[in-house]
């Protein structure tokens, strides 16, 4: 019984005593939780994630969800993805309904990255509140996806509360594209009343707007808020300064009734580091002095008043509050290094980023890659390649980084390593392209720079677009005009208000010449920008049209910055006349002092000075610049190049105590080359030996080189720099086949001309020109029509190409053409009439020269139409009409002397002549051409006396004109000859030889036949048909002496040889040769064409008139005097006046 009582008792007592065994052993698992926890809080608040997780791991049994929500916390913070995948799989269905726990998995794939489960858990939770909301918004804009933000905002089915709006703002804020503008403004007009007044949800508004550009509706959400407190002040203030509408930051500023705290200080530091004006200078060093001892230890404040202070190019104060700063962190170093850069003070940047002891950061790479990309010496070289090679591995991926790299490998010129690291970087961001496509153009690859452009297929930025038009502008081939063009017409309406993007467009349709379109883009943009004006008066002066640039700046009201001075300048420089001249002088005297210690602006303005051919000003204006570049000292010595004072030039360049540019090099090469003395040869041949290396493939200097050689006569070092050239540009053709025309070596140039065309090189303008330059040297009608044939209808139709087709068909004896060229040009200048009076001349069609002198316009007569005139008088024997015309001209100046001195000594009026020398010399230098001019009609007139006479008084006159006294010694020695006082004119010629090593000419003659030009000269046996012509000579003299030819000895200038008859000596010069050789051919030509170096003989000139008789032809001659037409009835055109 006892037993079965005990036995009930144990049953009632079973579940009380089951119970309070439970509540003893959760009241032990509760207390064991609780110190679990504090301790795992503990770890995490001292940032001990790792330690803390692994004592999760071993008491994952006692853990509540408070313990697993940490170790999710501590997951996220380590982006340990492996160990917050299984937490996650051990929760229970409780703790997976746990909404905190919910938000912190989600909050962990996010900040893994792992969109997909935290979706997955989002979409589980069945109550959703704005909290969730908001740390799903949180998580997509952390991980950059706009549209699956805006997507949810657009699936949210309760309105959202303050925090979650403030998100909302956040994400428009950073994605700032249409939608998200859309939505912004979408949010503020839903947005509750009693909302309005929640400073930190307007503030956050406040910035949204400004993000978008959006002023007006930031000012208006400003202007409602009541008490506006300091925060609301600093997003108005940066949202100005983001804006580039830092004049109104400052205002606000001003205008603010709070204390400002080091936040709004590092604005405003900011904002007057933006503006750079007497202004922003004023209260920027103002709020310097208003910093409290405590913000001494604010770096972010600190680093702000040196990026503001280095803007300010207050260099010495930026070091003293560098120095300030106890704990420098690698942002200072930043901001120090990076306010050298933009003060051109590059080397002292590398040298503080050599005293760094800190890690580098991202920026630090990219700052000093760029340092040493601007300084491109042998320093920045070397920096800059050794930190390629140091970067750690977690910035080989970092796009600023490798762009940057690419900047600087592009400015070292190595194209070829940029290529390879733009190949590395696998997600290539625009910048990345932009980047590359610059450097492109900077290194003069446009072409490749529009195929990378081909191949992008991204969104294109303002940045890409400007690159690309630059490139275009840079080409302005047929490629990049359609290219060009084409992407003008695809650029989005919110770029088509950006400036800078609108003037690269503005530069690029200036390139294209296509001015009434660029006219066009500015005429549309609203705010013109000092920028705008630039590009417009930049191109107006590059397509020649400067008066318009004039205008257009006389039409604007903006601060001039230094580019516009410099425009300005060059512009006034390239007109150059009375308008110019005011213009320009009243801008020197309106430059601010802070362009007067910029280089740029002074360096066009002693360039323009120079082009007004104020010398004096010029050198003032060098003398005053105390840090003088070498582009200072290249404006100077060009400027001395252009007012003929090489002399001058040299003399500057030999103070010069630095690096020598390309432009240096090029500049000398030419002052030498107008010299031509001794020592201009010097220093022409000492400098082109010290070239260095990197500009011995560039184009510009070696141009010049081969241009100073063939000024030195030198055309065989001139040909080998030509051949060694890599890359021949068309200026280099040009400057080479402009150097064969110098040295009589003419023919060439078709050579040269033929080449270009296999290198598919397209001939400009200049090109054409130089090739009818050697037209009109060669005088052959046939090898000008085949140059002619193949110049562009446009470039035939251009005024100055127009002008020089007449002096060639002149030169060539087609008067008719001549006249035809003449007739087709609408706006005839001074060169056009000028032209043609001396076509006319030359052709000795002196009645026509003088009728179309009297119809030329007073104002269009100069000093050259009236020597054309005058030269066409004398060469037809018109000595009346030229005494008139003498009489006539106002300013008588020594060349009009000099050719009616010619003109009546040809006329063998010697004392004329005299008197008119010793009337000039009563008020003037002697001049050597007008007794040249004598002397020459002497020779002709085969006045011994009077030509020792003349030639006596020139060696007393001058005596150290050395090529002037050997001219006159040829001529007076061929007189001697002319009496058949051989062995005297020879030992007068040796004598001569001795004194002033005199050199004679060798007498040439050319003439094309079939095509081919081929040259003789006297008694030439080269031609392969040698045989023939000299038997055609033979039939020739026998058929003159029938028809009563009597050879003149008096022609020869030299003693004959034993075997020689005065027949075979006259009969063996160069144009009777080529006359010869045209009557082997078959057919036989009905007209022959020659010219000749030298002048014609009189028994030359006495027996073409006879052969063109005889042989019933037309024979053209030009001689270095005139062209002779001989007529098949025996007459020639000079009626004797050669």
Not at 353 to 362: A, C, G, K, P, T
Not at 902 to 909: N, P, V
Not at 1010 to 1017: D, I, P, T
Not at 1066 to 1082: P, V, Y
Request: contains cysteine.
């Amino acid at each position: 019984m006892l037993q079965i009582k005990n036995i009930r008792f144990s049953l009632y007592q079973f579940p009380r005593l089951l119970s309070l065994y439970q509540k003893k052993n959760e009241e032990f698992f509760n207390s064991s939780s609780i110190k679990f926890n504090s301790i795992l809080k503990n770890l995490i608040n001292s940032k001990q994630y790792e330690k803390a997780l692994d004592l999760f791991d071993k008491n994952y049994e006692i853990c509540t969800d408070l313990s697993i929500n940490m170790a999710i916390k501590a997951c996220t913070i380590l982006q340990d993805y492996k160990r917050g995948i299984n937490i996650q799989k051990k929760l229970s269905t409780n703790s997976l309904n746990n909404p905190y726990i919910q938000i912190s998995l989600i909050r962990f794939y996010m900040q893994c990255h792992d969109i997909d489960n935290a979706n997955r858990i989002f979409s589980t939770i069945t109550n959703k509140s704005n909290h969730i909301y908001t740390v799903m918004f949180k998580g997509l804009v952390s991980n950059s996806m706009s549209e699956k933000v805006f997507d949810l905002f657009d699936e949210m089915k309760i309105k959202p509360d303050t925090i979650t709006l403030i998100t909302l703002f956040h994400a428009c804020t950073k994605f700032a594209n249409d939608r998200a503008m859309k939505i912004g403004k979408k949010l503020i007009e839903q947005m509750p009343d009693n909302y309005r007044n929640n400073n930190i949800l307007l503030n956050s508004a406040i910035h949204m707007f400004m993000k978008f550009g959006d002023i007006k509706s930031a000012e208006c959400i400003f202007q409602s808020i009541k008490k506006k407190d300091i925060i609301t002040y600093g997003a108005m203030m940066k949202g100005y300064v983001s804006n580039d509408m830092s004049e109104k930051a400052l205002d606000l500023f001003e205008h603010m009734y709070l204390k400002p705290n080091d936040i709004i200080y590092t604005i405003i530091c900011n904002a007057c580091a933006q503006l750079v004006n007497d202004r922003a200078i004023k209260i920027g060093k103002k709020i310097l002095n208003e910093i409290s001892e405590n913000s001494l230890n604010d770096n972010v404040l600190l680093t702000s008043a040196i990026h503001m202070l280095m803007k300010f190019s207050d260099i010495y104060n930026a070091e003293r509050m560098f120095q300030l700063i106890n704990n420098k962190s690698i942002i200072t170093y930043n901001t120090m290094m990076k306010g050298y850069i933009g003060n051109e003070m590059i080397e002292k940047s590398l040298d503080l980023f050599e005293q760094i002891d800190l890690n580098f950061d991202n920026i630090t790479y990219t700052i000093i890659f760029n340092a040493c990309a601007q300084l491109a010496n042998d320093r920045g070289i070397k920096i800059g390649k050794k930190l390629l090679n140091q970067i750690p591995d977690n910035y080989r991926n970092d796009n600023v980084v490798l762009t940057s790299i690419i900047q600087m490998l592009m400015k070292f010129h190595d194209v070829q390593y940029a290529e390879h690291i733009f190949n590395l970087i696998q997600n290539k961001s625009i910048i990345t392209y932009s980047t590359m496509m610059k450097g492109y153009v900077d290194n003069n690859m446009s072409e490749k720079a529009l195929d990378l452009f081909e191949q992008i297929n991204l969104n294109l930025d303002n940045i890409t677009y400007t690159i690309i038009f630059h490139a275009c502008a840079q080409l302005a081939n047929d490629r990049a005009i359609k290219i060009g063009k084409k992407l003008f017409n695809q650029i989005p309406d919110n770029y088509r208000n950006d400036n800078v993007l609108l003037t690269s467009i503005i530069h690029m349709f200036m390139k294209f010449h296509d001015v009434q379109y660029a006219e066009h883009i500015f005429n549309l943009i609203k705010n013109k920008s000092i920028i705008t004006y630039n590009a417009m008066i930049k191109g107006y002066v590059e397509n020649k049209m400067i008066e318009k640039a004039l205008d257009l700046f006389e039409q604007m009201h903006l601060n001039l910055d230094n580019v516009t001075y410099t425009s300005m300048f060059n512009a006034c420089a390239e007109l150059a006349n009375d308008r110019a001249r005011k213009i320009g002088y009243k801008l020197l005297n309106q430059i601010s002092d802070n362009y007067l210690n910029d280089n740029i602006p002074l360096n066009s303005a002693i360039h323009m000075l120079m082009k007004f051919g104020d010398i004096q000003s010029a050198e003032h204006f060098f003398k005053s610049i105390k840090n003088k570049s070498i582009i200072t000292y290249n404006a100077m010595m060009k400027g001395y190049v252009d007012n003929d004072m090489s002399e001058k030039a040299l003399d500057l360049f030999e103070q010069i105590d630095l690096n020598l540019d390309n432009i240096t090099y090029s500049i000398i090469f030419n002052a030498c080359a107008e010299l031509i003395n001794d020592r201009a040869m010097k220093i022409g041949k000492k400098l082109l030996d010290q070239i260095p290396s990197n500009y011995q493939n560039e184009n510009i200097v070696l141009n010049s080189a081969i241009h100073m050689l063939m000024k030195f006569g030198d055309v065989q070092n001139a040909e080998y720099i030509f051949e060694s050239m890599k890359k021949k540009n068309i200026i280099t053709y040009g400057t080479l086949m402009n150097g064969y025309n110098i040295n009589d070596e003419s023919l060439k140039c078709f050579k040269i001309f033929e080449e270009i065309k296999n290198q598919n090189l397209i001939p400009d303008e200049i090109i054409w020109n130089i090739l009818i330059g050697t037209c009109s040297r060669i005088g052959i009608l046939s090898r000008c029509q085949y140059i002619i044939d193949q110049i562009p209808r446009y470039i035939q139709n251009k005024k100055q190409i127009q002008n020089s087709l007449i002096d060639m068909w002149g030169k060539c004896g087609s008067i008719e053409k001549a006249e035809n060229v003449y007739k087709s040009v609408c706006d005839r200048d001074s060169v056009t009439y000028t032209t043609m009076i001396n076509a006319f001349g030359l052709n000795g069609m002196g009645s026509e020269a003088i009728e179309l002198y009297r119809q030329m316009p007073n104002n269009l007569r100069n000093e050259i139409s009236h020597i054309c005139v005058l030269n066409a008088c004398s060469h037809s024997g018109l000595l009346d009409e030229a005494r008139i015309i003498f009489n006539e001209i106002p300013m008588k100046t020594e060349q009009i002397i000099t050719i009616m001195i010619d003109c009546l000594s040809r006329l063998f009026l010697f004392d004329e002549a005299q008197k008119l020398i010793d009337e000039y010399e009563k008020t003037n230098s002697p001049n050597f051409v007008m007794y040249m001019a004598l002397l020459s009609s002497a020779r002709n007139n085969r006045n011994h006396i009077l030509s020792e006479k003349i030639y006596n008084r020139m060696k007393y006159l001058f005596p150290n004109q050395k090529q002037v006294l050997q001219s006159g010694a040829i001529l007076l020695s061929n007189i001697y000859s002319s009496f058949g006082e051989y062995q005297y004119a020879k030992e007068f010629r040796f004598n001569q030889i001795k004194q002033f090593g005199m050199k004679t000419k060798i007498g040439l003659s050319w003439t094309e036949v079939n095509g081919e030009l081929v040259q003789f000269k006297a008694h030439d046996h080269s031609h392969p048909r040698s045989l023939e012509i000299y038997a055609e000579l033979n039939r020739l003299a026998s058929e003159l002496i029938e028809h009563g030819h009597i050879f003149d000895s008096s022609c020869i200038t030299r003693q004959i040889d034993d075997e020689e008859t005065i027949e075979s000596v006259l009969c063996g010069h160069s144009e009777k040769l080529a006359i010869a050789f045209n009557f082997i051919q078959r057919p036989v030509p009905t007209i022959i064409q020659i010219t000749k170096n030298l002048r014609i003989c009189g028994d030359c000139h006495q027996a073409i008139k006879l052969i063109a008789k005889i042989r019933q032809c037309t024979i053209i001659i030009r001689d270095t005097n005139r062209i002779h037409h001989f007529h098949s009835n025996g007459k020639c055109s000079c009626q004797g006046h050669f």
